[in-house]
Antibody, heavy 125, light 108 residues
Framework: EVQLLESGGGLVQPGGSLRLSCAAS????????MSWVRQAPGKGLEWVSA????????YYADSVKGRFTISRDNSKNTLYLQMNSLRAEDTAVYYC??????????????????WGQGTLVTVSS | DIQLTQSPSFLSASVGDRVTITCRAS??????LAWYQQKPGKAPKLLIY???TLQSGVPSRFSGSGSGTEFTLTISSLQPEDFATYYC??????????FGQGTKVEIK
């Protein structure tokens, strides 16, 4: 059974830093790209960042580029999100998400097939 | 970046109703579209990928269609457990993989 367990959320002051972790189990972690997706209170989903299975390729939303760093430790089956220079608008539940590739409509397509339960990050003084 | 616009943002429907949600992309994305269901306080759940392929375990009353810039999610006969918020996401080639703003389906 695939499990994704986030940790590291909490209350931080504006300008502060926080590191989120996501412990993965139930699948071959290094074979799959992973993402972070966030959801501000009462708002919709926002894709934040993604990393390839090897960790060699990383991608960021413009809203976090230069402030957040995604990484992974395949020996520990763990995904990370280092968040620096935090702002009030970064307040959200952060979800760890497993990417997958499925066959449909005559080709292969990417999707998020599993999500963690989320960890709340609150940026406030 | 590719923008997704869902309509309506909110809909009120009764059990047994046929419900259709639309997602429009700002540029063509072939069939690189997924649909998710989210209930309050819970993580999203994958319903459909590749615009029309039903994820394993998802009831057949859910279906997806479309290609290019216009997509639809249809629930053929709304059940009590289907009252939730639905999101489309485009996963065209490389990130950013944007989401639509969501459609909340409530009980009439």
């Amino acid at each position: 059974e695939v499990q994704l367990l986030e940790s590291g959320g909490g209350l931080v002051q504006p300008g502060g830093s926080l590191r989120l972790s996501c412990a993965a189990s139930g699948f071959t972690f290094s074979s799959y790209a992973m993402s972070w997706v966030r959801q501000a209170p009462g708002k919709g989903l926002e894709w934040v960042s993604a990393i390839s299975g090897s960790g060699g390729s990383t991608y960021y939303a413009d809203s976090v580029k230069g402030r957040f760093t995604i990484s992974r430790d395949n020996s520990k089956n763990t995904l990370y999100l280092q968040m620096n220079s935090l702002r009030a608008e970064d307040t959200a539940v952060y979800y760890c998400a497993k990417m997958a590739t499925g066959y449909g409509s005559g080709s292969y397509y990417t999707m998020v097939d599993y999500w963690g339960q989320g960890t709340l990050v609150t940026v406030s003084s | 970046d590719i923008q997704l616009t869902q309509s309506p943002s909110f809909l009120s429907a009764s059990v047994g109703d046929r419900v259709t949600i639309t997602c429009r992309a700002s540029q063509g994305i072939s069939s690189y579209l997924a649909w998710y269901q989210q209930k309050p306080g819970k993580a999203p759940k994958l319903l459909i990928y590749a615009a029309s392929t039903l994820q394993s375990g998802v009831p057949s009353r859910f279906s997806g269609s479309g290609s290019g810039t216009e997509f639809t999610l249809t629930i053929s006969s709304l059940q009590p457990e289907d009252f939730a918020t639905y999101y489309c996401q485009q996963l065209n080639s490389y990130p950013p993989w944007t989401f639509g703003q969501g459609t909340k389906v409530e009980i009439k």
